[in-house]
């Protein structure tokens, strides 16, 4: 059974631009969520995404948004890069939203210069 | 707000020295408490959940404990493969239904000398 997979695995862009992530969840898992992994803060939570509604939301600025479709698929999106966005975003799924196991995709390096 | 604490930051074993990763929290309402396993360059990688106080899970040579405020992950005759950082995370319950966040610790760094 295929893990969560993430693209691109890799990103170095300019402050001031945007980006989008796309993140596929483990077949048949319905819930996606996204994290920010920096050395100083950690493991800090995004969003959560289930049925295409987005069910939680973590402490981060309106230029962190992100969505999902139909067939559970999710994309995040930071517009206006700053230099303190540059982090690893990892993306989660699990079975259901009320699933207690989450399986983490591999990341993206994101690289603000 | 759910905080978190995981003690120590880093540590060193020599191979087949056991020892315990300790994770402290504060959280309304715990659903469950979680252990992750992280390689370098790679996301975690899911290894217990715990429900209630009292509640011990195994897996090879790790076992996870739990109590009201804190839990254990005692790793027994470690190797250098074990070299890994350990995170734990609390999840809260959610009246809603919705998978509430987990919210993690910083992590601890073992390292395993052969």
């Known amino acids: 059974k295929a893990g969560v997979t993430q693209t691109p695995r890799y990103l170095i862009k300019t402050r001031g631009q945007q980006v989008t992530l796309s993140c596929s969840p483990i077949?048949?898992?319905?819930?996606v969520s996204w994290y920010q992994q920096t050395p100083g803060q950690g493991l800090q939570f995004l969003f959560e995404?289930?049925?295409?509604?987005?069910?939680n939301k973590g402490n981060f600025p309106g230029r962190f948004s992100g969505r999902q479709f139909s067939n559970s698929r999710s994309e995040m999106n930071v517009s206006t890069l700053e230099l303190g966005d540059s982090a690893l975003y990892l993306c989660?799924?699990?079975?259901?939203?009320?699933?207690?196991?989450?399986?983490f995709g591999p990341g993206t390096r994101l690289t603000v210069t | 707000e759910d905080q978190v604490t995981q003690s120590p930051e880093a540590l060193r074993l020599q191979e087949g020295e056991s020892s315990s990763l300790n994770c402290s929290y504060t959280v309304s309402g715990l659903r469950g408490l979680f252990w992750y396993r992280q390689d370098p360059g790679k996301g975690p990688e899911f290894l217990f959940t715990?429900?209630?106080a009292g509640e011990e899970k195994e897996k090879e040579r790790l076992k996870a404990t739990l109590t009201k405020k804190e839990s254990f992950l005692h790793i027994t005759a470690p190797k250098p493969e074990d070299s890994a950082t350990y995170l734990c995370?609390?999840?809260?319950?959610?009246?809603?239904?919705?998978?509430?966040?987990?919210?993690f610790g910083k992590g601890i760094t073992l390292s395993v000398r052969p």
């Open positions: 995370a609390v999840q809260r319950g959610n009246p809603a239904g919705a998978n509430s966040k987990l919210t």
């Open positions: 995404y289930f049925s295409e509604t987005q069910r």
């Open positions: 989660a799924s699990s079975l259901t939203s009320l699933s207690y196991e989450q399986y």
């Open positions: 715990l429900y209630s």
């Open positions: 077949s048949g898992h319905r819930s």
